[in-house]
């Protein structure tokens, strides 16, 4: 490892929950091994055209991803969908510089592509349907291209006030009212259950989140 990467090991161990370090001028070989040193901890890390931020979730970070996690997977098994979910696996591209990992993602229509699949290889395989970040104590909209220009169909935003759905179009990704891999799930839907489970708790919320199903299908 370069003397450059191994400099900040300190600094990453002592993250505090919630907090993030942000480098500048990193090479795509030093976040590469930055990424191999850290393969190990629960930290999110990004890559932006020498731009590197890493990120120590916390728990206000990790109940709404859990949350969604569950109510999309509980979806699924209403709806008899198949999914295949790849929680904050890293993306990368060294062609675009640029690389992240997601709070967590879904494949929905490629499914079936990535069963069984022990390494996602952006080369010949294709990218999540839906990736969702949480912008709690970080702010996302800088993967935003890198998603876009990977070709990920479906962005979820959520700021722990509301949750926005975006779609990839010519020009970018454009907000949108309803989810294109989950149909019956709008923005307004899917904030109603995440504020509900501040006060409910999850339990309550996927019970009521599954009556919801019944008679919104």
């Known amino acids: 490892m370069t003397t450059y990467a191994t400099s900040y090991l300190d600094a990453i161990a002592h993250l505090p929950a919630g ?20 393969k190990d901890r629960p930290l999110r890390v ?13 728990l206000p970070h990790e109940r709404p991803k859990e949350l969604l996690l569950q ?7 209403e709806m008899d969908l198949t999914l295949e979910t790849a929680g904050s696996t890293t993306f990368k591209d060294e062609q675009l510089a640029m690389g992240a990992e997601p709070d967590t993602c879904f494949y929905v229509q490629n499914a079936p592509l990535i069963i069984g699949k022990t390494q996602i290889d952006l080369m010949t395989d294709p990218p999540p349907d839906v990736v ?18 990977i070709g990920v169909p479906e962005f ?44 409910k708790g999850q339990s309550a919320t996927l019970r009521a989140f599954r009556e919801w199903l019944h008679t919104a299908r």
């Not at 109510?71 to 098994?77: G, Y």
């Not at 969702?132 to 220009?149: G, L, N, P, Q, R």
């Open 132 to 149: 969702v970040e949480i912008d709690i104590w970080s702010e996302s909209t800088s993967k935003m291209a890198f998603y876009a220009a």
């Open 19 to 38: 907090g993030k370090l942000i480098l500048y001028d990193v090479s795509w070989e030093e976040y590469e091994q930055l990424l191999d040193e850290l």
């Open 46 to 58: 990004s890559y932006i055209r020498g731009r590197l931020e890493i990120m120590s979730p916390s």
């Open 156 to 199: 979820w935003r959520y700021d722990n006030r509301q949750l926005r759905i975006y779609h990839l179009s010519e020009q970018g990704y454009v907000e949108a009212p309803a989810s294109l891999a989950f149909p019956l799930l709008t923005g307004e839907v899917l904030t109603r259950f995440l504020e509900q489970s501040k006060s």
């Open 71 to 77: 109510l999309v997977s509980l979806l699924a098994v």
